[in-house]
Nanobody, 120 residues
Framework: QGQLVESGGGSVQAGESLRLSCVAS????????MGWFRQDQDKAREEVAK???????DYADSVKGRFTISQDDANSTLYLQMLSLKPEDTAIYYC??????????????WGPGTRVTVSS
């Protein structure tokens, strides 16, 4: 089926930006709705953003207006541009493939994750 590999995480100060990338191999990128979720210790998993094949995004309320999801179909790559980062954005971010683009759709595949740490 393939795999998902994220990159771009790191440690930043509040208000700074990061851009995450995810390269998908195999047929995952073309078969599923792609997105990002995040999870930190002792917290529930949170769907951050998804994007459908037509490029229509959907965002969690907590990141709307600050994060932008985009895709490069030619290179099977997914991006998450994160602006105005807040300490509460600290988490491990996972690139994910879902069974559909509706909220709550089943998670099918995910990568190993990339850690984002935002200091105040």
């Amino acid at each position: 089926q393939g795999q998902l590999v994220e990159s771009g995480g790191g440690s930043v100060q509040a208000g700074e930006s990061l851009r995450l990338s995810c390269v998908a191999s195999g047929d995952i990128y073309s078969r599923y709705c792609m997105g990002w979720f995040r999870q930190d210790q002792d917290k529930a998993r949170e769907e951050v953003a998804k994007i459908d094949r037509d490029g229509n995004p959907d965002y969690a309320d907590s990141v709307k207006g600050r994060f932008t999801i985009s895709q490069d179909d030619a290179n099977s790559t997914l991006y998450l541009q994160m602006l105005s980062l807040k300490p509460e954005d600290t988490a491990i971010y996972y690139c994910a493939a879902y069974s559909g683009c509706r909220r709550g759709a089943a998670l099918q595949y995910w990568g190993p994750g990339t850690r984002v740490t935002v200091s105040s």
